[in-house]
């Protein structure tokens, strides 16, 4: 557990700003930082990795503006979950409040995805993903 406070990841958590990036380069930062950190995941990928249209489903895509996730309405959220096969998967999705007349719905799109094999590294991986984009 003492490797997880050591400088590398310190580094690893300072702030960084997205605003005017893809989701692709923001994807490539955090997978730099991360490797740099020596908490490398075993992969971390835009959620929309195969760049579907329908971005409903399959969640953002790689080309698309990182979205703005700042307010009570619009804003990233932050999971982490044991996988499907091996291992646990990290994923930031973008929630949103969407407005129909006086009623509406919450809609909720992955951004990214990033895998790991143990517990204690995707929880590691995740508060420091979690203070680059100060989504804590």
Avoid at 42 to 61: H, K, M, Q, R
Avoid at 71 to 98: H, K
Wanted: proline share 6%; net charge negative; glycine share 6%.
């Amino acid at each position: 557990m003492s490797t997880l406070l050591e400088p590398p990841v310190v580094h690893a958590s300072t702030p960084f700003d997205p605003a005017g990036k893809t989701v692709s380069q923001v994807v490539s930062h955090i997978g730099r930082t991360l490797r740099q950190s020596e908490i490398e995941p075993e992969w971390i990928v835009a959620a929309n990795f195969i760049d579907d249209p329908n971005e409903d489903c399959y969640g953002l895509s790689a080309s698309r503006d990182w979205p703005a996730g700042s307010a009570a309405r619009r804003r990233l959220a932050l999971s982490v979950a044991r996988g499907n096969s091996e291992g646990w998967t990290i994923q930031i999705d973008f929630v949103q409040f969407i407005a129909l007349g006086e009623a509406g719905h919450w809609k909720s799109q992955p951004v990214l995805r990033i895998k790991t094999l143990s517990r204690t590294q995707a929880w590691a991986i995740a508060a420091v993903v979690s203070r680059m984009l100060d989504i804590d």
